[in-house]
Nanobody, 124 residues
Framework: QGELVEFGGGLVQAGGSLRLSCAAS????????MGWFRQAPGKEREFVAA????????YYADAVKGRFTISRDSTKRTTYLQMDSVKPEDTAVYYC?????????????????WGQGTQVTVSS
């Protein structure tokens, strides 16, 4: 099993909700920040949200701000992405990622660990 494992993807109707979970190994979870990225068919992977461990500061892409919420439960070594008011354009494979340092939370290249991805499909 990998260091990060995503759960919760599936098919949801537009306007509905879905919650993704990312379970981290004991070695991976003591990280500075966790992030979610997504990749739609034919497109590059893009930043969705991130949360820091000290302070729980959150960062969101403009496309999801106000609709998605990132959170983490340290006791369970799990990070969540609550997706509300989903749209067909949210359809993508969603990836969980972890980083060990401060920096540009929006930059994919700065994340050291990645999950295998979970498919989210939003029907119109």
């Amino acid at each position: 099993q990998g260091e990060l494992v995503e759960f919760g993807g599936g098919l949801v109707q537009a306007g509905g909700s879905l919650r993704l979970s990312c379970a981290a190994s004991e070695r991976t979870f003591p990280t500075y920040a966790m992030g979610w990225f997504r990749q739609a068919p034919g497109k590059e992977r893009e930043f969705v949200a991130a949360i820091t461990r000290p302070g729980g500061n959150t960062y969101y892409a403009d496309a999801v701000k106000g609709r998605f919420t990132i959170s983490r439960d340290s006791t369970k070594r799990t990070t969540y992405l609550q997706m509300d008011s989903v749209k067909p354009e949210d359809t993508a494979v969603y990836y969980c990622a972890a980083r060990r340092s401060v920096g540009n939370y929006y930059a994919e290249s700065e994340y050291a660990y990645w999950g295998q991805g979970t498919q989210v499909t939003v029907s119109s």
